[in-house]
């Protein structure tokens, strides 16, 4: 299985972008997904998880703003950033984890997102 994260760019703060996370397997299968940032000098940390039953849950910092959502039709997640902050500056990676006592997990290769002033 691979993700194809893509939707990354420049954006003022303020602004809105629609990450998405292309599976080339079935996101039915996967027992969570998530989306994870990274931001310079700091570490990876999760943003959004979709847990495939149950509510998605967020960080505190992006609450209201984000929404993440998953299409098991199309086999894509996606994230959406509203209100967009200096500080979502990162590489954004999709994640997901299968099923099972021992599940799979799969990294997508990550999509800049640069918030300017």
């Known amino acids: 299985v691979q993700l194809q994260a893509s939707g990354g760019g420049l954006v003022q703060a303020g602004g809105s972008l629609r990450l998405s996370c292309a599976a080339s397997g079935r996101t039915i299968d996967f027992n969570i997904m998530a989306w994870y940032r990274q931001a310079p000098g700091k570490q990876r940390e999760v943003v959004a998880v979709h847990p495939n039953a149950g509510s998605p849950g967020y960080i505190d910092s992006v609450k209201g703003r984000f929404t993440i959502s998953r299409d098991n039709a199309k086999d894509t997640m996606y994230l959406q950033m509203n209100n967009l902050k200096l500080e979502d500056t990162a590489v954004y990676f999709c994640?997901?984890?299968?099923?099972?006592?021992?599940?799979?997990?799969?990294w997508g290769q990550g999509t800049l997102v640069t918030v300017s002033s």
């Open positions: 994640n997901a984890e299968g099923r099972g006592r021992n599940p799979d997990i799969y």
